[in-house]
């Protein structure tokens, strides 16, 4: 195809036969531009390491991107939550249900919806529930199944998942770690990870494909740390905060975790009301801690001891609530907020924090 560059190229590889050293560069460049592919490689190139290409592997399929379900869970097994479920439900799902409804006020049938709070308070779960309600394709992806070291890789996987989730419609999209994924672009210094943003955007906008039938889902930790352009209508306008358990749900989810194993005479809604701010994970820890305790003793007793109040309580003091820090961190974003009304559900649950004694 490039006869003349070759040419040129062959002249500059005729050495002289006696100079061993040029024969072996020689040997190698031949190589290296495929002009010369049956030679054997010399002991001192056998010796060198391979190298890989400089190049980006295949596109990986869907399936290594996302995780692809189809939840049997709905709202009614969310322990608790029953301000955050009547919200869902009367603010998202029954307006996705009613066809009728949709069509008489002009509404699509494609939406999006924030979940936000602190980690370990069930967004995900949540979001299983919302399909699950729906009977619809769950497809959850993460920021580390998105992003790439090869430039242009992240992007392609953005559009390979929301094309992916355009042909299973309808179906729910849900993006995981959305502040890692859609961080604010003022604060980023590289330029590729600013057009993986930029082509969410594109994504979400349905700027070159229609997104009826695609609910998109997001969940983040740090919901100050999203960009705005996500916020905007259209997009993520529609939030929700997961909270802490509430007391009756802190029981709930003890009672939950606690079924296989074999339990005494138990108070557990006395260990629910010790474990203000505790987050779902936190109690899943405190049980897994209290079976470990009750393990010990029945190794030592030679004898199955079930789980009693004793290995609870001490499974409590072994396991602070590990969300004390992320609500430092939010009262300061509350409190110096530009949109107060934004996290105006956040700051009711501090202001109680407060008043209960709790920072």
Same mark, same amino acid.
Request: charged share 25%; aromatic share 6%.
């Given at each position: ?14 050495? /002289?036969? /006696? *100079? ?15 002009? /010369? ?6 002991? +001192? ?8 290409? %400089?190049?980006?592997? %295949? %596109? ?22 029953? /301000?955050?479920?009547? =919200? ?56 580390? @199944? ?11 996987? &953005? ?9 299973? =419609? ?5 993006? @995981? ?15 590729? #990870? ?8 594109? !994504? ?20 100050? *740390? &999203? *960009? ?12 929700? #905060?997961?909270?802490?358990? @509430? ?19 138990? @108070? ?7 474990? !203000? ?16 305790? %009750? ?18 309580? =001490? ?21 110096? +907020? ?17 008043? =209960?004694?709790?920072?």
């Amino acid at each position: 195809q490039h006869a003349a560059a070759l040419g040129h190229c062959e002249a500059l590889l005729r050495v /002289d036969r /006696d *100079d061993a050293g040029a024969r072996e560069r020689g040997a190698i460049a031949r190589r290296g531009l495929g002009l /010369d592919a049956d030679a054997a490689p010399s002991p +001192a190139a056998r010796r060198e390491p391979a190298r890989a290409p %400089a190049t980006p592997s %295949a %596109a990986p399929s869907t399936e290594d991107l996302a995780e692809i379900v189809r939840p049997e869970v709905t709202l009614d097994d969310v322990a608790g939550m029953e /301000d955050v479920k009547q =919200r869902l439900r009367l603010g998202f799902l029954e307006p996705l249900r009613n066809e009728e409804l949709r069509e008489v006020f002009g509404q699509s049938l494609r939406s999006s919806l924030l979940l936000w709070g602190p980690p370990g308070c069930g967004k995900t779960f949540v979001a299983k529930a919302l399909a699950g309600e729906l009977g619809l394709f769950f497809i959850h992806v993460g920021i580390a @199944d998105i992003l790439d070291m090869w430039l242009g890789s992240s992007e392609r996987n &953005v559009r390979q998942v929301f094309a992916e989730a355009r042909a299973m =419609r309808p179906s729910v999209l849900f993006i @995981d770690e959305l502040d890692a994924l859609g961080h604010r672009r003022a604060h980023l210094h590289t330029a590729s #990870v600013r057009t993986v943003v930029n082509q969410l955007l594109l !994504e979400l906008d349905g700027a070159t494909t229609d997104n009826e039938g695609l609910l998109v889902l997001g969940a983040t930790n740090q919901p100050w *740390d &999203v *960009d705005p352009a996500l916020l905007r209508p259209g997009r993520f306008d529609r939030q929700v #905060v997961v909270l802490p358990p @509430d007391e009756a749900a802190r029981a709930a989810i003890l009672g939950h975790h606690l079924t296989r194993t074999p339990v005494g005479d138990v @108070d557990l809604e006395a260990i629910a009301r010790r474990t !203000e701010g505790y987050s779902g994970a936190d109690l899943a820890r405190v049980c897994t801690r209290a079976v470990e305790f %009750a393990l010990h003793a029945s190794v030592n007793a030679g004898a199955t001891q079930p789980v009693n109040q004793d290995d609870l309580d =001490r499974a409590v003091a072994d396991t602070p609530p590990s969300t004390d820090a992320w609500f430092r961190l939010a009262e300061s974003y509350v409190q110096f +907020a530009d949109d107060g009304d934004r996290y105006a559900d956040l700051a009711g649950y501090l202001a109680r924090r407060r008043r =209960r004694g709790r920072r």
